[in-house]
């Protein structure tokens, strides 16, 4: 017998064996299962742009649901996470939670389709706390799945506030396995929302509650253990860094799409909204009634416009879903003029305007008869969508929620003059650094994220895009005075800034920290009001100077013949989103008044 002929196809049998869905192979089994994930799914139940009213494509938990069937078609073994970040974000849920609230009892949409979708467990996010603490009470009683966080305790007790992970008891092919599931949040909540959680709740660092944890999880006899981790890369590291034991991390919270191995562990992020749906696919041996993990790899699959919307969610929503439909297009006020953003990162615009000055008008009268009456009031406001179009005419709910996309609640903070000239140096990167010799073309915007370019009102400054980052904010005053380092203002802003998002401000003084969400402020300025005319106040903008090459800057292609319409000068459109601006005749808007 030549065994040396016979030695590759036995290899090939014990290959076969290990990868057959059952195969018997001694007192060794191997088997599959898969993980799906999802996270940041922010409300959004249904594939639909509340603030175009229009159906989309690539988004939805309803979308969702259907590659989540086909995976349990294919795989007949199959767990579903979340990661969070669930329950706010969309205007629906919005609707649900503010504007005609639900009560204890109440289902909130995303947790009836989640509960459709048949979650195993889900890890509690951020955005969670947006709405308060009795809300979430409110969604997590509603859920047919477990909620979990390992880093939230009482400030009373100091016990966890939570679950901090779960056992689940299922079967792989018939045979019995325990998986453990736990979850982490970002300990910047007690930033964020500040004003909800202080004092009652507070947070430990990841990487602690991890090493403190896992362990114990592993104590309870499990065969794998999934983290649902609110975070990214780097925390996912520093966990897989400081902790043995893992199997696996689902992440969440920066949006990304990422399936990959961190020290051989896989791990996925699936995007947001509904998006995409991740897969870990483990193949495991059971060997003599004991799991192990041969191997595992992580996958993403994609919503797209191939993809149906369940039967099952859309029928289960429709009335909530049709009542937020109804809600968007209620008209509240007129705008004489349109308000749009596509410049607004180049130049002082309508959408801005409107919010500093509807901040403004709530916080003087917020601080009528206070200690804090005759300070300088000033306001911050960033184009949070540079695509915001709102024509003349009616103003309606859902252009409310386009001109200010993010429910941020308003907050005030006291800052000095240092501080205020560092706010604005920060809102300054948003340019790049421009050479006037150069003969190339050069792009004006940095790769900066618009809703980190506050515009604040009250002041007049200017921004020069030749000098260095931290060194651009010039003639700043206030009132035609030169403002000094000691004097002392109070801005209103968001929680998100006030609580050190972007990092413009650090420890900053809040003097009020309010529930009121900004975009509220809007809409009842508008009702108070009637009808309005926001026009920029030009308190800001680009020292003008000659340059020997063509600058340039991205936007739609909807704005092509908007510099003409709306009568702006040094704006001229080239092409395939990409416009020229001269930044001597761009100057030429601002009033001689302001400019001087």
Sequence with gaps: MNWKRRIPAVVIVLILALLLPVTVFAKVTAHELVVLGTNDLHGYVMPFDYLTVQEVEDYGAAKTYTLIKWAREIYSNTLLIDTGDTIQGSVLAEREARVEPLSMGDIPSIIRAMNIMGYDAGAIGNHEFNFGLEYLDLAMAAADYPMLSANLYNADTEELRYDPYVVLDREVDGIPIKIGVIGFLPPEIMMWDRVLLEGRVYVEPIADAAAKYIPELREEGVDLVIVALHQGTSDAEAILENVEGIDAIIMGHSHGRIAEKIDGVPVTMAGSWGNSLGLIHFQLLNRDGKWEVFSSFPQLWYVDETIEAASEIVEAVKEQHEATIDYVMAPVGITTVP???????????????????AQLWYARDYFKGTEFEGMPLLSAAAPFRTSTNVEAGDIRIMNAADIYIYSNTLHVVRVNGIELKGWLEKCAENFNQIDPSSTEDQNLLA???????????????QIDVRN???QRIVKLTYEGEEIEDDMEFLVVTNNYRAGGGGY?????????????????????YIIEKGTITPSPSFNWSIVPFETAGRITFTSSDEAATLAEELGIKGIKYIGDRLFEVDLVELAENVPQTVSN
């Design 447 to 461: 790769r900066f994220s618009s809703y980190n370019f506050d515009i604040i009102e009250g002041i007049n400054y």
């Design 468 to 470: 260095p980052v931290g």
């Design 504 to 524: 413009h401000l650090v420890d900053a003084d809040i003097v009020l920290s309010s529930t009121v969400e900004n975009r509220s402020v809007i809409i009842d």
């Design 339 to 357: 308000i749009t953003g596509y410049f607004s990162r180049v130049i002082d615009n309508e959408v801005t305007q409107l919010v500093n000055e």
